[in-house]
């Protein structure tokens, strides 16, 4: 592992997305007062299980050099806003300050990635309440919907593909400078059967105008439209996502 790796890995903080390894641990008080709205971006790497062992490896540490050269990273470590966390096939980097960091660091990560054209990324970002608490092993986890949330909207990208969220996407539209990079693509159904309006990120050579790899839930086949009932159901959905993972 080169130096640079090991200082991206000495940041990471364990993720309780799914598994729950708090069982056994000590109790602990978690007070609902202390949660926080992070703002999440999530990269996965297409392809990344068929590569041979080293490849993968080459694979990561490249990613890894480019995620942390960017602006945003640098300035979110220096002020102590930024967990990151490797995935495996990927890694998810959790901002605490401005929500537009997860974006521009997005945009700046594709632009990094043309001196790595064997590095092909799938990317989804979304802000959403998150709870830290502390995990079997005395680390810090995060549980919550900013997390799993994040999550789905990247999954349902294809390759090159910069996804957003609705909640996101209203900030980014609320401004004159990202109006020309946000383009509707409609409801999907993502994990669990979850309904989630879905926007691309994209402008130029950054981003992809492809529709998103998920399935396009029934009721917008034959519509289309920003509704209300929507962004209020979105909120639903975030908050109840949220308080299941705390409960559970």
């Known amino acids: 592992m080169n130096a ?13 997305v799914a598994a729950r390894e708090t069982q056994g641990a000590p109790e602990q008080n978690i007070d609902a007062r202390d949660v926080q709205v992070a703002h999440v971006l999530f990269l996965d790497l297409v ?8 490849d993968q490896a080459r694979h990561v540490n490249d990613l890894t050099r480019v995620v942390i050269e960017t602006q945003e990273y640098r300035a979110a470590t220096e002020r102590h806003e930024l967990i990151s966390e490797s995935t495996g096939d990927g890694m998810v980097l959790i901002f605490f300050g401005d929500p537009l960091q997860p974006v521009r660091c997005a945009i700046a990560i594709a632009e990094g990635l043309k001196q790595y054209p064997h590095l092909v990324l799938r990317m989804g970002v979304h802000s959403g309440p998150v709870l830290r608490f502390t995990d079997a092993r005395g680390g810090q986890g995060l549980v919550g919907a900013g997390v799993n949330m994040g999550q789905r909207v990247m999954d349902s990208a294809t390759d090159n593909q910069i996804l957003v969220s609705e909640f996101t996407a209203q900030i980014l539209t609320g401004m004159s400078e990202w109006t020309d990079w946000v383009q509707d693509c409609g409801i999907f159904e993502v994990k669990h059967g979850v309904r ?11 981003g992809s105008r492809q529709q998103p790899r998920a399935k396009r839930a029934e009721a917008e086949r034959s519509g289309s439209g920003w509704k209300p009932a929507v962004i209020a159901a979105s909120l639903i959905t975030a908050v109840t996502g949220f308080l299941t993972g705390v409960i559970r």
């Open 4 to 16: 640079m790796h090991k200082t991206h890995t000495n940041r990471h903080l364990t993720l309780a």
């Open 47 to 54: 392809g990344y299980s068929k590569l041979y062992l080293e």
């Open 196 to 206: 989630m309006r879905l926007f691309n990120l994209c402008k130029g050579a950054v």
